[in-house]
Structures are given as structure tokens and as C-alpha cells.
T-cell receptor, first 113, second 114 residues
Framework: DGGITQSPKYLFRKEGQNVTLSCEQNLNHDAMYWYRQDPGQGLRLIYY???????QKGDIAEGYSVSREKKESFPLTVTSAQKNPTAFYLC????????????FGSGTRLTVV | AQSVAQPEDQVNVAEGNPLTVKCTYSVSGNPYLFWYVQYPNRGLQFLLKYITGDNLVKGSYGFEAEFNKSQTSFHLKKPSALVSDSALYFCAVRDPPGRRALTFGSGTRLQVQP
């Protein structure tokens, strides 16, 4: 079945550590996105990529980094510069056409310990 | 900037009764509007979208939404609620051309009581 796979489902980070969240899709979608979800704040856009080897900052990119070396993969690194990283992280993708029906992964819950 | 507002943090409704989850929008130009649903610890699932055409949009699981340009609203509705409809609902609007992303509202938790 086609879809988006996010791993791990749960992730614990120590203070000062960088961690990387995986997002893989087999939908042949061009554009991929990372959102952060906090209670009562909805989803906020971190980074997005419309084609391979290209990505743009979203609204809350500080303390995060991404890469897009392959069409299928869009990993997100949460760096030690992100002061409040505890949140639910969602990856999404859409086809290359003008279609905004996002397909979402099932998310990664990151907790700082 | 494009934005959507969901004025209710939570909506409670009895099973079998009609439900409405409210959303208002603020955009420049023609709005592209969406509703998504999220079950606990899961990603979001697409319910329906309004691009152009009929003001009443039908979507998945018996949901529909009414686009009202004069009131800048896009409320989600269902004639008869089910307990299984209990979830978190998000309204979203397309960003301006060039960014090609969605901006989401803060979400409304729907609780359907048996």
C-alpha cells in the first residue's frame, strides 16, 4: 500500500542532543512537509520541499534542519538550538499537481528528558 | 496573511443529533479551504475541500461543509453524529502561490456522547 512512514513513533531526547526524525513516502509525491503540533496551537509549518535538493523554511524553522536528497525521503533534524522540542511532529506530502489533499504520516512524538 | 480561526476548543453533541464545527477564514483572493480529522496519536485524514463551485461540499464519512463568502465561514456539518466521530478537527486554508502549503486552525475537539 502507498503511504507515508514516519519513524520512530516515540523518541526521547536528552538536553543538548540532536535527533533525526525519518519520513519516507512511496506515493511518488513531489512535495513534502514537516509540521509541528502542540496542544491548542494546531499545526505549524517547519520546513517544506517542493522538489529534490530544494527546501524552504516555514514559520518556525529555527532549531530545525532538513535535507531532500531523494524524492522519497525528507528527514527532519531537531538540533540542540531548538529550546522547546517536545511536540508531535507530522510529515505530509502532496503530488506535483495543484492538489492540496495532503497525505499525512502517523507522526513522531518527541519528548525531552 | 492567510488564516483560519476555529472559535471553539470543544464541541459536545449527543449521538444522533446534528453537529456543526465552526471555521472562519481570512484570505486575499479566492479561498481554497479544507477540513481534516485527527484521531489520537495519528496523522490527519482529509475530509473535504472547497475550491470553487457549489457552496455545499460533501466529503468522507457523511460530513459536509458549507462555504459562505459573505460571512467568510466554512463550517463542518453532519446531520447525525456518531460516537466514532469523536476526534480533533482542523480547518485549513491554502497559502498564497509560491509557498504551496496549508495553514491550519487551532483545532476543535468533537465529543459525541452516547
Amino acid at each position: 500500500d502507498g503511504g507515508i512512514t514516519q519513524s520512530p513513533k516515540y523518541l526521547f531526547r536528552k538536553e543538548g542532543q540532536n535527533v533525526t526524525l525519518s519520513c519516507e513516502q512511496n506515493l511518488n509525491h513531489d512535495a513534502m512537509y514537516w509540521y509541528r503540533q502542540d496542544p491548542g496551537q494546531g499545526l505549524r509549518l517547519i520546513y517544506y520541499s517542493q522538489i529534490v535538493n530544494d527546501f524552504q523554511k516555514g514559520d518556525i524553522a529555527e532549531g530545525y534542519s532538513v535535507s531532500r536528497e531523494k524524492k522519497e525521503s525528507f528527514p527532519l533534524t531537531v538540533t540542540s538550538a531548538q529550546k522547546n522540542p517536545t511536540a508531535f511532529y507530522l510529515c505530509a506530502s502532496i503530488p506535483g499537481t495543484n492538489n492540496y489533499g495532503y497525505t499525512f504520516g502517523s507522526g513522531t512524538r518527541l519528548t525531552v528528558v | 496573511a492567510q488564516s483560519v480561526a476555529q472559535p471553539e476548543d470543544q464541541v459536545n453533541v449527543a449521538e444522533g443529533n446534528p453537529l456543526t464545527v465552526k471555521c472562519t477564514y481570512s484570505v486575499s483572493g479566492n479561498p481554497y479551504l479544507f477540513w481534516y480529522v485527527q484521531y489520537p496519536n495519528r496523522g490527519l485524514q482529509f475530509l473535504l475541500k472547497y475550491i470553487t463551485g457549489d457552496n455545499l461540499v460533501k466529503g468522507s464519512y457523511g460530513f459536509e461543509a458549507e462555504f459562505n463568502k459573505s460571512q467568510t465561514s466554512f463550517h463542518l456539518k453532519k446531520p447525525s453524529a456518531l460516537v466514532s466521530d469523536s476526534a480533533l478537527y482542523f480547518c485549513a486554508v491554502r497559502d498564497p502561490p509560491g509557498r504551496r502549503a496549508l495553514t491550519f486552525g487551532s483545532g476543535t475537539r468533537l465529543q459525541v456522547q452516547p
